[in-house]
């Protein structure tokens, strides 16, 4: 498989790999990067398809294999592992694959918000939104998935007088609104040939690797939130709360970066 992957790697000590979630990209983690970096080497990537991690000719379907396949070369590339790996989003869900396929290159997957909607209840009815939303896609183009996905996610509903505000400074509201612009350029894509590979994917847990499933404070309600807390439940672990919400990594980088070290450190 030829690689065409964007990453950057930044930083000493121990391997730290940051997995982007579905439309998003490595400078999502602009702000937290420089707070890792003095304990870790960071390696973050572009995915497949996403932003400057784009081929040339008609894209392809992406499969969970891939994405894989795809977080075990760039590991490769920035010296091998083992490494721990925090995901975010979809991210989440490639860290677990990746830990359940190459058990040896992983110590730590902290997965946050992973979208595992198959370990949902039967009856709820977010358990076919993949479905929904690609056949959405496929009859109405990026806007209507987009309009469904949204909804179905739960993506209007946060606090929105949470402590300190949406972002913990000026600065990462900027970043914010930076990584929302970027993930316009990226719908496309990810309806067309990555999302639903994503939202069918059901995790399989190595029981060797240490996996910490957070939430966000400020996304109770929302869709990923609720997976991660299912699979927190399937793992019979505790989840961790992280601050801000889906991308409290992005709004409150400094609070996020001082928990991620903690977890690691544990």
């Avoid at 198959?118 to 209507?144: C, I, N, Q, T």
């Avoid at 970027?182 to 994503?198: K, S």
């Avoid at 019979?236 to 709004?251: A, E, N, R, W």
Wanted: proline share 8%.
């Amino acid at each position: 498989m030829s690689k065409e992957l964007y990453y950057e790697v930044t930083g000493s000590g121990p391997l730290l790999l940051l997995i982007a979630g579905g439309t998003d990209d490595t400078r999502d983690f602009a702000g937290m990067t420089p707070l890792l970096s003095d304990g870790y080497t960071v390696v973050s990537y572009d995915c497949r398809g996403i932003s400057r991690s784009r081929s040339d000719g008609p894209p392809p379907d992406v499969s969970m294999e891939t994405q894989v396949e795809d977080a075990h070369w760039v590991l490769k590339a920035a010296g091998g592992g083992p490494a721990h790996v925090f995901g975010n989003s979809s991210g989440g869900l490639i860290a677990l694959a990746l830990a359940a396929r190459h058990p040896d290159l992983v110590r730590t997957v902290v997965t946050h918000e992973p979208p595992a909607i198959s370990l949902l209840s039967a009856d709820d009815p977010r358990r076919k939104l993949g479905h929904e939303v690609d056949e959405a896609y496929r009859s109405g183009g990026v806007d209507a998935a987009m309009t469904l996905f949204a909804a179905g996610a739960g993506f209007d509903k946060w606090d929105p007088d949470p402590p300190g505000g949406i972002a913990e400074s000026p600065e990462a509201m900027a970043q914010m609104q930076a990584k929302l612009a970027r993930m316009q350029t990226n719908l496309e894509f990810f309806f067309g040939h990555a999302a639903l590979p994503y939202m069918s994917y059901k995790p399989v847990v190595d029981p060797s690797i240490h996996v910490v499933v957070a939430v966000g404070e400020q996304s109770r309600g929302q869709l990923p939130h609720d997976t991660a807390l299912a699979l927190a439940e399937r793992l019979g672990v505790k989840p961790i709360m992280v601050p801000g919400g889906h991308s409290g990594f992005v709004t409150h980088p400094t609070a996020f970066a001082h928990k991620l070290r903690q977890i690691l450190a544990y």
